[in-house]
C-alpha cells in the first residue's frame, strides 16, 4: 500500500501545526474508519471519540517526529509516539498535509 502524504520536507513545521489548529474540531478518521475530534492546546493535542476526552496528550514535539516519518504507510511507524492511531488520522490527512 502506498501512501499519498507529501513529505516532511514539501510541509514546513509550523506551517502543518497552523493546519492542524485551523481544523481543530473537525471529524477525522483513523484507519479502522473510528471518527475522532482533537483539540489543540497549547503545545500539546487533546484527542476525542464519542465526545470524550482521551486522556493522553500528544506533544508538539510528538507531533514533529511523526511529521518527519513522513510519507507514512502503517499506523505501526508511530508505535513509539503517543496515539498513534489518532497521530496517523492526522499525518494522512490532506486538511492538515496539503
Not at 492542524?20 to 483513523?30: C, K, S, V
Request: hydrophobic share 35%; with cysteine.
Amino acid at each position: 500500500m502506498t501512501s499519498t502524504t507529501p513529505s516532511v520536507t514539501s510541509v514546513a513545521k509550523s506551517h502543518a501545526w497552523d493546519r492542524l489548529r485551523n481544523h481543530e474540531g473537525e471529524i477525522f478518521q483513523t484507519t479502522t474508519n473510528l471518527t475522532f475530534t482533537y483539540e489543540v492546546k497549547g503545545n500539546g493535542i487533546w484527542f476525542y471519540r464519542d465526545g470524550n476526552r482521551i486522556n493522553q496528550l500528544l506533544t508538539r514535539s510528538e507531533f514533529e517526529k511523526g511529521l518527519d516519518r513522513c510519507p507514512l504507510h502503517t499506523v505501526a511507524e508511530l508505535s513509539d509516539l503517543r496515539d498513534p492511531s489518532y497521530l496517523f488520522g492526522l499525518l494522512t490527512d490532506r486538511r492538515i498535509l496539503a
